[in-house]
């Protein structure tokens, strides 16, 4: 089955920095690959994905980047903002596999510093 | 919209009790549930997927009779623990997903206590 290693598990940085968060997967068919926050107690949000046919997006202070060939992918967090601070997953699936659910990095601790 | 509720959002449970949770999606038809876990301070673990009107696909190492799964409709799962014990307090969340698409609906989870 799949395997996403994520790294830091913690990573603190001064307001206004940016910040990123690094994965790495094992499958190669993997497809999909999205970034979630997290907030403590609380449901994980899709802050943003990306399919395997595109190597980069973007989304105001937020991008990430696809390297099929390595199978890493990246989440770049521009001019942090103390509301930033929370746990940040990665993840990633196959659609169409069947029993196609997401499968977690273990998670990266935010810390924005003011 | 693509709104996924939970109920109960928490339960406290004896040794030896079942406990029901059941995940909604509210505003969409959801061909495609999944069941997760989470423990304090680790990652989602995926528990089981479910589709519409079929048995549940369970992940190595989660017991099937224990984890009951029943998606009996496009808007509904349901997830009972059957026997729970201490070792079964965590975090439930589940995540719906329409047909053909990527993204996965997270619902606000469950925080089941077993005393």
């Known amino acids: 089955g799949e395997n996403v290693e994520q790294h830091p598990s913690t990573l603190s940085v001064q307001e206004g920095d940016s910040a990123v968060i690094k994965c790495t997967y094992s499958d190669s068919a993997s497809n999909y690959f999205p970034w979630y926050k997290q907030e403590l107690g609380k449901r994980p949000q899709l802050i943003i994905d990306i399919r395997s046919n595109v190597g980069e997006k973007k989304d105001q202070r937020i991008a990430v980047t696809l390297n099929k060939t390595a199978k890493h992918f990246s989440l770049h967090i521009t001019e942090t903002q103390p509301e930033d601070s929370a746990v940040y997953f990665c993840a990633a699936n196959t659609l169409g596999g069947g029993a196609d659910g997401l499968t977690f990095g273990k998670g990266t601790h935010l810390i924005i510093q003011p | 919209g693509a709104v996924v509720s939970q109920h109960p959002s928490r339960v406290i449970c004896k040794s030896g009790t079942s406990v029901k949770i059941e995940c909604r999606s509210l505003?969409?038809?959801?061909?495609?549930m999944f069941w997760y876990r989470q423990f304090p301070k680790q990652s989602l673990m995926l528990m089981a997927t479910?589709?519409?009107?079929?048995?549940?696909?369970?992940e190595q190492g989660v017991e099937k009779d224990k984890f009951l799964i029943n998606h009996a409709s496009l808007t509904l799962s349901t997830l009972t623990v059957t026997s729970a014990h201490p070792e079964d307090s965590s975090f439930y969340i589940c995540s719906a997903r329409m047909a053909g698409q990527y993204e996965q609906y997270f619902g606000p989870g469950t925080r089941l206590t077993v005393t």
């Open positions: 479910s589709n519409e009107g079929s048995k549940a696909t369970y």
């Open positions: 505003d969409f038809q959801a061909t495609t």
